[in-house]
């Protein structure tokens, strides 16, 4: 008799998404049925700044049999460079949950004081417009963008970012920073690990070295924006240097390419690499 179970080499995952729990254009909802269309046995939900979308995600990805991560997307800082991390696996809540409101409160704050330059240049946008776009999500430049395109002062959210709202334009604000050292201790102390994301060709041998030594617990190898030579060399370099691979679309919500929710096939045997290292941790920490 044949089994009718898929092979290992069969099953994908993806560990980077959004929802309008931040910046995405779906529901949490939506965005697991979404993965469930594609055939995706695992999702991490990892919003910017935010867990509020993990409950529903996990609610449907229950009925449906996908597996749900509880993640988040944080900004973190290494002098003036902003570097991308994600906490996967998250466990321990409430510290965590804590760290984020106030995150998400600056982001309020940097909202309005954006809406402020923009009015300043000649931009007549309202902070309710952007509200409006975030619809109770974590708000961010993605958000201004949108009410921006919908009021006609921009094309697209190219165009927005490229003429206002990216770094060095009239509009841009900066954001309060978070270190990378209290970015990786604030997920270790959720119970999580620390995957820096999409570190593209500036993940060099000497970076990833860095990294480990800083206690980050794997790398985003699969990412839209690598090319072919970065997976191979940061596949390698995960593996060298004892870390945990991990992979995702970054989706947000619409068909975007390769960019496009499950497309960067993920093994799900990254995922179990993930689930051992997150045990041994928990091990480690009952001895201790």
Known sequence: MTSSAPRVDDRFVDLHSHSTASDGALPPADVVRAAHRARLTALALTDHDTLDGVAEARRVGAELGVRVVAGVELSAHEGDTEVHVLGLHLSRTEEIERSLAAFRAARLTRADRIVHRLNSIGVPLTIAAVMEQAAGGAVGRPHVARAMIAE???????????????????????????????????????????????????????????????????????????????????????????????????????????????????????????DQRVRERADQEKVA
């Open 152 to 274: 006609g002062w921009a094309r697209d959210s190219r165009d927005a970012f490229d003429r206002y709202l990216g770094f060095g334009k009239p509009a841009y604000v900066d954001k309060p920073k978070l270190d990378l050292p209290e970015a990786i201790a604030l997920i270790h102390r959720a119970g999580g690990l620390a995957i820096m994301a999409h570190p593209g060709s500036a993940g060099t041998r000497a970076r990833v070295e860095q990294l480990a030594s800083l206690g980050m617990d794997g790398v985003e190898v699969k990412h839209p924006s690598h090319s072919g030579d970065d997976v191979t060399r940061l596949g390698a370099l995960v593996d060298h240097y004892r870390m945990v691979p991990s992979g995702g679309s970054d989706w947000h919500g619409a068909s975007e390419g390769m960019r496009t929710l499950g497309n960067q096939r993920v093994p799900a045997g990254w995922l179990e690499r993930q």
